[in-house]
């Protein structure tokens, strides 16, 4: 049985609210979904947005404009 270990994709939505700072979609794996549920309060989707903040990674979940950017590139 193979696992499926936390991978990004390769690109970034910018964020809405103008900070400079890209979100980039993310599929959490086994490694990280236990950080990615406590930060965005249940089980994670399959797709997360996460950004870098200082020394950790902060995840929530995508807007249905992510979603979309996300589904048109292809990614689905």
């Not at 794996?29 to 930060?39: K, T």
């Not at 950790?56 to 995508?62: A, D, L, S």
Request: proline fraction near 8%.
């Amino acid at each position: 049985m193979r696992a499926m270990f936390s991978r990004s994709l390769n690109f970034m939505i910018p964020d809405p609210e103008g900070d400079g700072e890209g979100w980039q979609p993310y599929i959490p794996g086994v490694f990280r979904a236990r950080e990615v549920s406590r930060q965005i309060g249940h089980k994670p989707p399959l797709y997360v947005m996460r950004s870098h903040n200082g020394e950790q990674w902060v995840y929530r979940e995508c807007s249905e404009s992510e979603l979309y950017v996300i589904a048109s590139r292809g990614l689905t």
